[in-house]
């Protein structure tokens, strides 16, 4: 909290007529951006399980459910975050899914 003394204008003597005004900043939510993955016809549906609950923290059942749907609709949001999450999450699948040699992609969009 910031606190801003004003002043009264035009004051011919030597005296204080200020008044203390509380000026509040004006924060906003940082915007949040959803991590993709996209389907491709080479990655084992059993790899992308392994990636959704490594780096997603998503339990057996809720990988296999999110795996499914990249299949079946091309797409699928795993997890909302900050910018900063987002593209760290991004690059971890991404690096992952090269080291093993699988063309997984990953990718993330402001919501």
Request: aromatic share 8%; hydrophobic share 40%.
């Amino acid at each position: 909290m910031i606190i801003q003394p004003i002043t009264a204008a035009g004051n011919a003597d030597d005296t204080d007529d200020s008044v203390v005004v509380e000026v509040r900043p004006e924060t906003r939510k940082p915007p949040l951006y959803k991590v993709l993955l996209l389907n491709d016809d080479y990655t084992p549906m059993e790899f992308v399980v392994l990636i959704l609950e490594r780096f997603f923290g998503l339990n057996h059942a809720q990988s296999f459910e999110i795996m499914l749907t990249v299949h079946k609709k091309g797409l699928a949001v795993v997890g909302v975050f900050s910018h900063e999450i987002a593209e760290t999450k991004v690059g971890q699948v991404m690096d992952f899914a090269r080291r093993h040699q699988h063309p997984l992609q990953c990718t993330m969009e402001k919501e």
